[in-house]
């Protein structure tokens, strides 16, 4: 049984940084690409970070660009998401999902975890 579990939300005030994890079982990590996606109240879910099985490509949505950064440890299975900067707009639930890829992707995820609340206070 496949299973992604985030960790690392939270309340952070505007500014500040902040790093989610999620740690994955059941899967052959290391051939899954990895990504992060979010949604905000009465909003649809959206992508914000892929990275690829290697590592060696990442894909990023512009509005995070320079702030966030998507790394992941295939020995330890889990994928990483250093917030910085954070702004309100970034308040949501943070998703981790996995699909069975090289490359990066947008959409499509074969696996999804439950979520983790961040909420950003101005």
């Known amino acids: 049984q496949v299973q992604l579990l985030e960790s690392g939300g939270g309340l952070v005030q505007a500014g500040g940084s902040l790093r989610l994890s999620c740690v994955a079982s059941g899967l052959p990590f290391s051939n899954y690409a990895m990504a992060w996606f979010r949604q905000a109240p009465g909003k649809e879910r959206d992508f914000v970070a892929a990275?690829?099985?290697?590592?060696?490509?990442?894909d990023y949505t512009d509005s995070v660009k320079g702030r966030f950064t998507i790394s992941r440890n295939n020995a330890k299975k889990m994928v990483y998401l250093q917030m910085n900067n954070l702004k309100p707009e970034d308040t949501a639930v943070y998703y981790c999902?996995?699909?069975?890829?090289?490359?990066?992707?947008?959409?499509?995820?074969?696996?999804w975890g439950q979520g983790t609340q961040l909420t950003i206070s101005s």
């Open positions: 999902a996995a699909k069975r890829v090289a490359l990066t992707a947008r959409r499509g995820y074969d696996y």
């Open positions: 990275i690829s099985w290697s590592g060696n490509s990442i």
